[in-house]
């Protein structure tokens, strides 16, 4: 039975992991390799590397890192963060990356997509919305959630998906941070009407609010940094729980 | 042992050279007929389309090196479709090592493509399973699939079941990604190469 996934989020700044803390079986948890490489072994199921600084500069480093990350993971991983052509998505996946994550290159020029999967295959081109709900309506938020745009978060959803995106990253701006759970009726509400995948993201507080974006959000994939970041939630235990639950997972 | 990975245009193959990087092996990566048909095991990996790599395969003249070889080869993914006769993706006729036609997932309630882990059980004597659970997950991504037939010697199911993997003489064809698919897919590309 196909399972649900649990994915790991590694914030990378020059290189490095960001808040790392507290990892005891690590020489060096700002070391995203090593990170990455441990998680994988508790049983991630994925990993998203999340490069937050994003500058011309910092390319070559995260080149650099995506070739050791490959060369010590054996799971799929996702690189994001300041990705705008197709000379940046091809050095990330010749580099042993294996999908890519989109977010406001997208909504400046939706037509990226179309290129990238044409380019690539859709397999590996994961399109980032960020949402915010303002007065009511949910919009895409772009800038770390910072700037709101005039594009709706549903249609938006769809558009991607048509233009040829092979997963959505959705991360809820209301929730992401709080602790309180994930955004499950917008969750469900894009993923029931998605043929591609959706990895929920923002709020994951608890091992219940995994479970709970499995089922009400229908979520194919839940993703959280911090709380697997300071070990306030294993990834074993976490798998353990859902698969009593009745959640499928790969233990 | 002298191992090589087919070049052609399918996609990116960055992450089988590391998975036997891990593993501790050499390769080179090439089209030329005489490097491939001398090496001891032959790796054809790849994501993509169908009809382009075809297309390839065919103006590098592949199409008819691949199915002669002799010695281990193992198709991975669109490389196992490509092994078969024929795919439903753009009416692409393949290099027919398997008697078996590609089809497309149809499904109202479950999502096209099939991403993810999913559970693979061995049919019969699989070399490749050797040392594995009887069930075990390994990493999928594709919406196409090959129909159960006298070949299958795993069985994944998603819509309904379908090969996982294909076997026959010296092919062996994984719909999966070996590749990063864990220590289980390590173990069969470990398997593989053991032959």
């Not at chain 1, 000379?87 to 977010?103: C, F, H, M, R, T």
């Not at chain 2, 090439?30 to 390839?56: C, H, L, Q, W």
């Amino acid at each position: 039975m196909l399972t649900k996934r649990i994915i790991p989020c590694l914030d990378i700044k020059e290189g490095r992991t960001v808040k790392g803390t507290n990892f005891v079986d690590l020489r060096d948890a700002g070391d995203p390799v090593e990170l990455g490489a441990l998680y994988a072994q508790e049983g991630a199921d994925e990993l998203v590397f999340l490069d937050i600084t994003a500058t011309v500069d910092n390319r070559k480093t995260l080149v650099n890192l995506v070739r050791e990350v490959a060369r010590h993971v054996n799971i799929p991983f996702t690189v994001g963060g300041g990705i705008s052509s197709i000379a940046d998505v091809s050095a990330l996946l010749n580099a042993g990356a294996d999908k890519v994550s989109i977010n406001s290159s997208a909504v400046r020029r939706p037509e990226l997509i179309d290129e990238l999967a044409l380019q690539f295959g859709s397999q590996c081109i994961i399109v980032a919305i960020d949402t915010r709900r303002v007065d009511g309506l949910d919009w895409v938020h772009t800038h770390g959630g910072r700037r709101i745009t005039e594009i709706k978060t549903i249609p938006w959803a769809k558009e991607v998906e048509s233009r040829g995106a092979g997963e959505i990253l959705l991360t809820s701006m209301d929730t992401d941070g709080t602790k309180a759970g994930f955004a499950n009726v917008l969750t469900s509400e894009i993923s029931s009407h998605s043929s591609i995948p959706i990895i929920a993201s923002g709020g994951a507080g608890t091992m219940e609010h995994f479970y709970e974006v499995f089922t009400e959000g229908k979520a194919d994939a839940g993703l959280a940094a911090s709380i697997f970041h300071f070990k306030e939630i294993e990834i074993l235990a976490l798998k353990n729980y859902l698969a009593n639950k009745g959640i499928p997972m790969r233990i | 042992m002298k191992i090589a990975i087919i070049k052609y245009n399918a996609g990116n193959v960055a992450s089988v050279m590391y998975a036997l990087d891990r593993i501790g092996m050499n390769y080179s990566w090439t089209d030329e007929e005489e490097e491939i048909r001398t090496a001891d095991k032959v790796i054809f990996p790849g994501v993509g389309e169908a009809s382009t790599a075809m297309a390839y395969l065919r103006e590098k003249q592949l199409d008819r090196l691949i199915p002669t070889l002799k010695q281990p080869v193992l198709a991975t993914c669109i490389g196992m479709q490509l092994l078969c006769k024929h795919s439903e993706e753009n009416d692409t006729t393949c290099m027919g090592v398997f008697d078996v036609a590609i089809k497309r997932f149809q499904s109202t309630d479950l999502k096209i493509p099939h991403v993810g882990w999913n559970s693979i059980e061995a049919q019969g004597q699989n070399p490749l399973m050797k040392g594995l659970k009887a069930s075990e997950y390994v990493y999928f991504v594709h919406s196409y699939y090959a129909p159960l037939n006298p070949y299958t010697s795993a069985i994944c199911d998603y819509v309904q079941p379908f090969s996982a993997m294909l076997q026959k003489d010296n092919f062996y064809a994984a719909q999966f990604h070996a590749e990063i698919s864990g220590q289980a897919g390590q173990r069969v590309i470990e398997n593989f190469l053991a032959l």
